[in-house]
């Protein structure tokens, strides 16, 4: 079974940094694009970042550019997300996802952007 | 960015009977390969979302038959032949053709009338 668990998430200040990560299992990890999904409080769904299976091409949604980082790494099955100059509107629950169009998704993780 | 605009907002439905759901693109999702890039989530309260429907009408393992997909170019529907109380939440169409980025619907709430 395919299994994804992020970790990482919690409280920062605006402008701190945090980073996620997302540990896979059940499934040829390095074969697969993979995502990241957020959603902030009672909204719905934003794509955020995905990266393709060796790491060489990422992408990014405009409002994060420049300040998230997506890697990978393929030995560990592990997929991170580096959010640096964090701001209160990325206060959402980050979810990992499989794929570029997201067929297995992680139970989700709450990151708040709070003074 | 295409934009994705679902209707409506909220759906009650009584249990057993049909629902469904429109979603419609800003421009054309159909790829130059032919293929047509059209998903649907359904997000069950407190749960996170589960893919139930790519490339249009094709249904992810484990999803019952009950729920189809349909649409082409530019409009889209997710049906629920008869709804069962399983079935509550939020659903989302997403398009995966012309990216980045990858955007999805406003959502779509299913509840029981």
């Known amino acids: 079974d395919v299994h994804l668990v992020e970790s990482g998430g919690g409280l920062v200040q605006p402008g701190g940094s945090l980073r996620l990560s997302c540990a896979a299992s059940g499934f040829s990890f390095r074969i697969f694009w993979m995502s990241w999904v957020r959603q902030a409080p009672g909204k719905g769904l934003e794509w955020v970042a995905n990266?393709?299976?060796?790491?060489?091409?990422?992408h990014y949604v405009d409002s994060v550019k420049g300040r998230f980082t997506i890697s990978r790494d393929n030995a560990r099955n592990s997929l991170d997300l580096q959010m640096n100059g964090l701001r209160a509107e990325d206060t959402a629950v980050y979810y990992c996802?499989?794929?570029?169009?997201?067929?297995?998704w992680g139970q989700g993780i709450l990151v708040t952007v709070s003074s | 960015d295409v934009v994705m605009t679902q209707s409506p907002l909220s759906l009650p439905v009584t249990l057993g009977q049909p629902a469904s759901i429109s979603c419609r693109s800003s421009q054309s999702l159909v790829y130059s390969s032919g293929n047509t890039f059209l998903n649907w989530f359904q997000q069950r309260p407190g749960q996170s979302p589960r893919r139930l429907i790519y490339l249009v009408s094709k249904r992810d393992p484990g999803v019952p038959d009950r729920f189809s997909g349909s649409g082409s170019g530019t409009n889209f529907t997710l049906k629920i032949s008869r709804v069962e109380a399983d079935d509550v939440g939020i659903y989302y169409c997403m398009q995966g053709t012309h990216w980045p980025p990858l955007t999805f619907g406003g959502g779509t709430k299913v509840e029981i009338k």
């Open positions: 990266i393709n299976e060796d790491g060489s091409e990422k």
């Open positions: 996802a499989k794929h570029k169009y997201f067929d297995f």
